[in-house]
C-alpha cells in the first residue's frame, strides 16, 4: 500500500472544500482505509458521492481523489479494494460539471480528473488484460472509452478479451453515448 499512502500524504486535503460543505480531510482518511482493507473480498460500502462527485458536478476534491484512484491500480491492494477504486475513477473521468466555488476560480475538474486519468492510461488496459475479475475489466475499459483517443487499439483491446468483457463492453453499448476527448 506504500503507493496509496504516498499519494494521499501528498494532497493537502484540509484545505480542500468537499462537497458536504466542510473539510476534505475526511476523504483521506476514507481513501487510506479502502485501500488497507487487506485481503478481504467483501464488497466495500463507502460511497463518495457527494463529496468529491455528484451526477451533475465534481467537486474540489476530484482530482486528487483521481491520482488516489490511479496509485491504487498501481499498488497491490485487495480485488474488492480494487473494484472500488476503478468505480470511482470511472466517476471521475466521466464528470460532466465543476462545482461553482471551482468553476469561479477557473478550474474544469472534468478536464484535469481525465488528463491525470490519461496518465494511467496503461494501468488500465493492464486491468483489462490482466483477467483478474469481469468487473474489474468490465470497469477499466468502460473508462478507456471515455479517455482513449486511439479507437483503433480500443477496439483491438476489445477483440482480444472480448472472452472476459462485459456484454456492453464486447458490443460496444458502453461506449456508444460517452464523447471521446479530443486530444
Not at 57 to 77: G, H, I, K, N
Not at 96 to 115: F, H, K
Not at 138 to 149: K, S, Y
Not at 155 to 181: H, K, N, S
Request: with cysteine.
Amino acid at each position: 500500500m506504500r503507493l496509496v499512502e504516498m499519494e494521499i500524504a501528498r494532497q493537502d486535503w484540509k484545505s480542500m472544500l468537499c462537497g458536504c460543505g466542510g473539510s476534505a480531510e475526511h476523504l483521506a482518511r476514507d481513501l487510506l482505509q479502502l485501500a488497507g482493507g487487506g485481503s478481504r473480498q467483501e464488497p466495500i460500502d463507502l460511497s463518495l458521492e457527494e463529496h468529491a462527485w455528484s451526477p451533475v458536478v465534481l467537486w474540489e476534491p476530484a482530482p486528487a481523489v483521481t491520482s488516489v484512484a490511479l496509485a491504487a491500480l498501481a499498488d497491490d491492494v485487495a480485488l474488492a479494494a480494487r473494484e472500488w477504486f476503478l468505480d470511482l475513477l470511472h466517476f471521475m473521468v466521466a464528470g460532466e460539471g465543476t462545482d461553482e466555488e471551482s468553476a469561479r476560480r477557473g478550474l474544469d475538474l472534468p478536464e484535469l480528473c481525465q488528463g491525470l486519468a490519461l496518465q494511467g492510461l496503461w494501468l488500465l488496459y493492464e486491468e483489462v488484460m490482466s483477467n483478474r475479475s469481469l468487473g474489474a475489466a468490465g470497469a477499466a475499459f468502460e473508462i478507456l472509452t471515455v479517455l482513449e483517443p486511439d479507437r483503433a487499439r480500443l477496439q483491438r483491446v476489445r477483440e482480444i478479451a472480448a472472452d472476459w468483457l462485459p456484454v456492453c463492453c464486447r458490443t460496444g453499448l458502453c461506449d456508444d453515448d460517452l464523447p471521446v476527448l479530443d486530444r
